[in-house]
């Protein structure tokens, strides 16, 4: 029934308007068989609470912020998808912006006031920003990390376990009987924290192998997109010794490294194999179609808007990191399909 009240569910459940509210709103416990009337009711009715009205009355917006490095980036973009899907969920409304990984941009979103009064809570990827100006930030609005960015405990971080991807991937390609296997995509710079636990799960696999680390299979890019993953993949090609395999550090520069490589004529899988990360939908339509570490992006978003929730209400358990699976989707990247049946 549209526009159905409090008073209509509780007349139809046969309670009191205050068990209905005590239900809808889990503020006092009541018995399952009252709650059981109740949410009954509440479905035979279609009821809908005022969330507007209900987050006024707790002194809330109602709203959470998700601020990424670029939005273009197709990883930042699904994974958008699925926290607007997930806060939807919980009754909030998502807000997105973009830093850049511009450290002004990033202080400017955590370090003023006037910011806690537009959203209840923030979703952040940071990529410039340290742990200690984090700590001294002067905005107090409740906040949850995601990837990107590494902080030791000291605030609540969600994220996948890079190094076991890289190693996953790399030793997919081991499995293959690939030995000289080239990375893409290195940051050795105090904002590649992401990049360096990839690069340390791509050196134990090969270690665990056997093999020596040869760091001139090592090409680092400033940031992860295709145009960089064509431009490593052209000077690992000018090497003396081409690599057999590329772990490339997310699927968008493993697509620009598959560019060049259909450009010089290199048959994939056959003499080059390459793997990414991300999971993007893109990775599925890349010819070939792209093996990749997947993030279960759907988990990823569940576990941040529950936890930044429980920030805000104060239920939170203590500061924590949270790990979200991951998979690795083996595609004709690295294995080349088997021929169609005769008829």
């Known amino acids: 029934m549209a526009g159905s009240t409090l008073r209509d569910v509780a007349r139809r459940a046969g309670v009191s308007i205050r068990t209905v509210s005590n239900v809808v709103n889990g503020s006092v416990p009541v018995s399952d068989e009252l709650r059981s009337r109740v949410e009954a009711a509440l479905e035979e009715l279609d009821y809908r609470p005022n969330l507007v009205a209900r987050n006024l009355r707790r002194g809330r917006t109602g709203m959470i912020a998700l601020v990424v490095p670029e939005l273009d980036v197709p990883y930042f973009a699904e994974l958008a998808r699925e926290v607007i899907t997930a806060a939807r969920a919980h009754g909030y409304v998502v807000m997105l912006d973009q830093t850049d990984g511009d450290i002004e941009r990033e202080r400017e979103l955590l370090g003023r006031e006037s910011r806690a009064t537009m959203f209840d809570g923030l979703l952040l990827s940071p990529l410039a920003i340290s742990a200690e100006e984090l700590r001294r930030r002067t905005n107090r609005v409740p906040v949850v990390l995601l990837g990107e960015h590494i902080f030791s405990g000291s605030f609540h971080h969600v994220a996948i376990d890079n190094i076991a991807a890289a190693r996953e991937a790399t030793e997919h390609l081991l499995g293959l009987g690939r030995r000289r296997i080239a990375a893409i995509g290195d940051q050795p710079y105090s904002t590649g924290e992401t990049a360096q636990l990839r690069t340390v799960g791509y050196r134990q696999a090969l270690e665990r192998a056997g093999l020596a680390v040869d760091d001139r299979l090592i090409v680092p890019t400033p940031r992860f997109h295709r145009h960089l993953g064509a431009q490593a993949m052209r000077e690992l090609l000018a090497l003396p010794e081409p690599p057999d395999a590329v772990f490339c550090y997310n ?12 450009q010089a004529g290199v048959r994939i899988p056959e003499d080059i194999a390459v793997v990414g990360v991300d999971g993007i939908q893109e990775g599925r339509y890349s010819s070939p179609a792209l093996t990749t570490v997947a993030p279960d992006k759907t988990r990823l978003a569940d576990i941040a808007v529950r936890t930044l ?12 990191e949270w790990r979200a699976p991951h998979r690795l989707i083996v595609r004709d990247s690295t294995v080349k399909p088997a021929p169609a049946p005769e008829a």
């Open 309 to 320: 929730i429980g920030v805000i209400d104060g239920t939170a358990p203590p500061p924590a």
């Open 251 to 262: 699927d968008l520069l493993a697509i620009g490294a598959l560019h060049v490589l259909t």
